[in-house]
Nanobody, 120 residues
Framework: QVQVVESGGGLVQAGGSLRLSCTAS????????MGWYRQAPGKQRELVAT???????TYADSVKGRFTISRDNAKNAVYLQMTNVKPEDTAVYYC??????????????WGQGTQVTVSS
């Protein structure tokens, strides 16, 4: 069983900064990728950023240059540094963890979500 816990959401003014954290714990062989998706009211969940075990990153065009994803493999943690936030960044942010099990199978575990609200 893998547990994923997020923290760091909240209310921030446009142009401000916020840092999200996510930590995975439990039984798994390794983590292949970690990252963040978000879902705004009435919209589909969309990719924000992901980072692979080797450090390769992927960003949504809408956050490039403003958000930075990083990872601490020793802590099984991933972070999202959000700068110059905009009202359109308002959403529930979900952490995802792609695991490799001891059986060799792959799994994806999601966090419960953390609300980010950007006021104009």
């Amino acid at each position: 069983q893998v547990q994923v816990v997020e923290s760091g959401g909240g209310l921030v003014q446009a142009g401000g900064s916020l840092r999200l954290s996510c930590t995975a714990s439990g039984r798994f062989f390794s983590i292949s990728a970690m990252g963040w998706y978000r879902q705004a009211p009435g919209k589909q969940r969309e990719l924000v950023a992901t980072i692979r075990s080797g450090g390769r990153t992927t960003y949504a065009d809408s956050v490039k240059g403003r958000f930075t994803i990083s990872r601490d493999n020793a802590k099984n943690a991933v972070y999202l540094q959000m700068t110059n936030v905009k009202p359109e960044d308002t959403a529930v942010y979900y952490c995802h963890v792609n695991t490799v099990e001891y059986t060799g199978t792959y799994g994806v575990v999601w966090g419960q979500g953390t609300q980010v609200t950007v006021s104009s």
